[in-house]
Protein backbone atom coordinates (compact mmCIF):
# COMPACT_ATOMS: atom_id res chain seq x y z
CA UNK A 1 0.00 0.00 0.00
CA UNK A 2 1.04 3.43 -0.91
CA UNK A 3 0.09 6.19 1.92
CA UNK A 4 0.26 10.24 0.95
CA UNK A 5 -0.47 12.41 4.26
CA UNK A 6 -1.48 15.67 3.97
CA UNK A 7 -3.00 19.04 5.60
CA UNK A 8 0.05 20.01 7.58
CA UNK A 9 0.61 23.89 8.04
CA UNK A 10 1.08 26.65 10.49
CA UNK A 11 -1.36 26.96 13.11
CA UNK A 12 -1.57 29.54 16.06
CA UNK A 13 -1.71 27.96 19.60
CA UNK A 14 -5.59 26.63 20.69
CA UNK A 15 -6.45 26.26 16.93
CA UNK A 16 -7.57 23.43 14.88
CA UNK A 17 -5.85 21.21 11.48
CA UNK A 18 -7.32 18.03 9.85
CA UNK A 19 -4.51 15.88 8.88
CA UNK A 20 -5.55 13.40 5.98
CA UNK A 21 -3.73 9.97 4.90
CA UNK A 22 -4.86 9.06 1.49
CA UNK A 23 -4.18 5.41 0.61
CA UNK A 24 -3.30 3.23 -2.90
CA UNK A 25 -3.05 -0.36 -3.83
CA UNK A 26 -4.19 -3.37 -1.68
CA UNK A 27 -7.90 -2.65 -0.17
CA UNK A 28 -7.67 -0.01 2.82
CA UNK A 29 -9.85 -2.04 5.42
CA UNK A 30 -7.39 -4.65 5.49
CA UNK A 31 -4.86 -2.21 7.45
CA UNK A 32 -4.71 -0.89 10.75
CA UNK A 33 -3.65 2.64 10.78
CA UNK A 34 -2.08 4.71 13.12
CA UNK A 35 -0.50 8.43 13.17
CA UNK A 36 2.83 8.89 14.59
CA UNK A 37 5.24 12.17 14.95
CA UNK A 38 8.72 13.07 15.21
CA UNK A 39 10.61 15.95 16.28
CA UNK A 40 14.31 16.54 15.14
CA UNK A 41 16.44 14.98 17.40
CA UNK A 42 14.04 12.80 19.23
CA UNK A 43 12.47 9.61 18.27
CA UNK A 44 9.10 8.86 16.25
CA UNK A 45 6.23 8.48 18.58
CA UNK A 46 2.86 7.21 18.38
CA UNK A 47 -0.15 9.33 18.47
CA UNK A 48 -3.27 7.74 17.50
CA UNK A 49 -3.99 4.64 15.68
CA UNK A 50 -7.65 2.53 14.96
CA UNK A 51 -9.06 -0.63 13.82
CA UNK A 52 -9.58 -2.11 10.22
CA UNK A 53 -13.25 -1.38 10.89
CA UNK A 54 -12.90 1.35 12.67
CA UNK A 55 -14.69 0.20 15.46
CA UNK A 56 -11.90 0.91 17.96
CA UNK A 57 -9.57 3.43 18.53
CA UNK A 58 -6.43 4.54 20.82
CA UNK A 59 -4.33 7.69 22.25
CA UNK A 60 -1.75 8.81 23.46
CA UNK A 61 -2.23 10.51 27.05
CA UNK A 62 -0.81 13.60 26.18
CA UNK A 63 -3.47 13.84 22.85
CA UNK A 64 -6.68 12.20 24.28
CA UNK A 65 -9.79 14.93 24.61
CA UNK A 66 -7.75 16.95 21.55
CA UNK A 67 -7.29 14.33 18.45
CA UNK A 68 -9.77 12.56 16.98
CA UNK A 69 -8.54 9.77 14.71
CA UNK A 70 -10.83 8.23 12.15
CA UNK A 71 -11.15 6.82 8.96
CA UNK A 72 -13.33 6.34 5.86
CA UNK A 73 -12.71 3.08 4.38
CA UNK A 74 -15.04 3.77 1.17
CA UNK A 75 -12.24 7.15 0.74
CA UNK A 76 -9.52 4.95 1.56
CA UNK A 77 -8.72 7.55 4.02
CA UNK A 78 -7.62 7.97 7.24
CA UNK A 79 -7.76 11.23 9.76
CA UNK A 80 -6.73 13.06 12.20
CA UNK A 81 -8.40 15.84 13.44
CA UNK A 82 -5.93 18.23 15.74
CA UNK A 83 -8.09 20.91 18.37
CA UNK A 84 -6.84 22.87 20.80
CA UNK A 85 -3.25 22.57 19.41
CA UNK A 86 -0.48 23.63 21.35
CA UNK A 87 3.48 24.73 20.33
CA UNK A 88 4.16 20.96 21.69
CA UNK A 89 2.50 19.13 18.88
CA UNK A 90 5.00 20.73 16.37
CA UNK A 91 6.32 17.75 14.50
CA UNK A 92 6.19 16.01 11.58
CA UNK A 93 2.88 13.69 11.65
CA UNK A 94 3.92 10.66 9.84
CA UNK A 95 0.71 7.80 9.14
CA UNK A 96 1.34 4.44 9.14
CA UNK A 97 -0.08 0.92 7.75
CA UNK A 98 0.01 -2.31 8.88
CA UNK A 99 -2.09 -5.48 7.57
CA UNK A 100 -0.46 -7.82 10.63
CA UNK A 101 -2.13 -6.01 13.29
CA UNK A 102 -5.32 -7.32 14.39
CA UNK A 103 -5.65 -6.21 18.00
CA UNK A 104 -7.68 -4.02 19.08
CA UNK A 105 -6.45 -1.25 20.33
CA UNK A 106 -3.95 -1.26 17.81
CA UNK A 107 -0.08 -1.12 18.59
CA UNK A 108 1.32 1.87 19.53
CA UNK A 109 4.89 0.47 18.42
CA UNK A 110 6.41 1.85 15.52
CA UNK A 111 8.77 -1.38 13.93
CA UNK A 112 5.58 -3.10 14.33
CA UNK A 113 4.21 -0.66 10.70
CA UNK A 114 5.54 -1.89 7.77
CA UNK A 115 4.02 1.05 5.26
CA UNK A 116 4.11 4.88 6.02
CA UNK A 117 3.56 8.36 4.33
CA UNK A 118 5.71 10.63 4.14
CA UNK A 119 5.22 13.24 6.60
CA UNK A 120 3.26 16.18 6.80
CA UNK A 121 4.53 19.39 8.48
CA UNK A 122 2.43 20.70 11.81
CA UNK A 123 3.85 23.94 13.14
CA UNK A 124 1.82 25.90 15.82
CA UNK A 125 3.51 28.76 16.90
CA UNK A 126 2.21 32.42 17.63
Known amino acids: VQLQASGGGLVLPGGSLRLSCAASGRPFREYAMSWFRQVPGKEREFVAG????????RYVDFVKGRFTISRDNAKNTVYLQMDSLKPADTAVYYCAADRTILTAPVSPISRDYAYWGQGTQVTVSS
Open 50 to 57: ITRSGGSS
